[in-house]
């Protein structure tokens, strides 16, 4: 699967490459130290980020917690159909 911004899919298959070395090589052998792959997310997610701001994404509404409260089964606001 492509990243939310075409400029950063090349860095979310380096990131899914290391998540899964180190899913399979470390996690599942006892060691949850999941600092190996910390730089490239890093560096994935302020792209992410910059991604979304350039589609008016906003970050709240992302962030904004749902389950378990009045707005979990309310339909979503309508918008503009693409």
Not at 2 to 26: H, M
Request: glycine share 6%.
């Amino acid at each position: 699967m492509n990243s939310i911004g075409e400029e950063c899919t090349e860095l979310k298959k380096k990131y899914d490459d290391c998540f899964n070395s180190w899913f399979s090589e470390r996690f599942l052998k006892g060691d949850n130290d999941d600092s190996m792959c910390a730089g490239i997310f890093k560096v994935y997610q302020d792209c992410v980020k910059n991604a979304m701001k350039q589609q008016n994404i906003d970050f709240k509404e992302i962030d904004k917690d749902v389950l378990g409260t009045d707005s979990e089964f309310k339909a979503p606001p309508s918008g503009s159909s693409s």
